[in-house]
């Protein structure tokens, strides 16, 4: 499986940007996908994640309130919406997908597949 992250960019403090995840399978619908974010010399951090069905979401404390995960299994693509961006999201962020466990797990074990990041860069 490959994932393909796309959608960062430049944007300036309380733009908004959707990011998208893409998978090279048909079968997408059989993982839990994350997303993930590493912002220079900290470590990555859970933002998201969404259950197979689409049906059940789960968001890091950094972004709840401001983003909301979907996803559509039909073009094997999950999205992350993320609005009211600060200075301190920038960050490379990735998708991930996991075959076993839930949308409560936050850590990166388990993770099966990574997507390659995508920079956020959110400055005026």
């Known amino acids: 499986v490959q994932l393909q992250a796309s959608g960062g960019g430049l944007v300036q403090p309380g733009g908004s940007l959707r990011l998208s995840c893409q998978a090279s399978?048909?079968?997408?619908?059989?993982?839990?996908v994350n997303w993930f974010r590493q912002a220079p010399g900290k470590e990555r951090e859970f933002l998201a994640a969404i259950s197979r069905g689409g049906d059940s979401t789960n968001y890091g404390d950094s972004v709840k309130g401001r983003s909301t995960i979907s996803r559509d299994n039909a073009k094997s693509a999950v999205y992350l919406q993320m609005n009211a961006l600060k200075p301190e999201d920038t960050a490379v962020y990735f998708c991930?997908?996991?075959?076993?466990?839930?949308?409560?797990?936050?850590?990166?074990?388990?993770?099966?597949?990574w997507g390659q990041g995508t920079l956020v860069t959110v400055s005026s």
């Open positions: 399978v048909r079968t997408f619908s059989m993982y839990v």
């Open positions: 991930a997908a996991r075959s076993y466990g839930g949308i409560s797990l936050k850590t990166e074990n388990g993770v099966d597949y």
